[in-house]
């Protein structure tokens, strides 16, 4: 079992920044790629963000949304079993619940592909 908690979420106003952590534990030598996901009100879960653990020259390490590319860095900590989300010029419409989740196989974007999830923390980017 891998256990997934979040931290760092809060309230930020249009244009401010926050990183968001993701601190891994358990058995997480099985788990290969970690994402982002976040669900605003009303709305379906949707992909942010993903990386690798560990990312070899041939590798296609990261992935972003469009709708946070240029402004979001996903990173890693390995050490620290630690996945960020430093998100920059934060938009009204980035107001969520962010979710991270672990997975075994490759990056992928769909939600269904992860095994572990976090139990989220609120962003809310007030205009």
């Known amino acids: 079992q891998v256990q997934l908690v979040e931290s760092g979420g809060g309230l930020v106003q249009a244009g401010g920044s926050l990183r968001l952590s993701c601190a891994a534990s358990?058995?997480?030598?099985?788990?290969?790629?970690v994402g982002w996901f976040r669900r605003a009100p009303g709305k379906e879960r949707e992909f942010v963000a993903a990386i690798k653990w560990v990312i070899f020259w041939s590798d296609v390490g990261t992935s972003y949304a469009d709708s946070v590319k240029g402004r979001f860095t996903i990173s890693r900590d390995n050490a620290k079993n630690t996945v960020y989300l430093q998100m920059n010029s934060l938009k009204p419409e980035d107001t969520a619940v962010y979710y991270c989740a672990a997975r075994g196989g490759e990056i992928a974007v769909a939600d269904a592909e992860y095994d572990y999830w976090g139990q989220g923390t609120q962003v809310t980017v007030s205009s």
């Open positions: 358990g058995s997480t030598f099985g788990t290969n790629a």
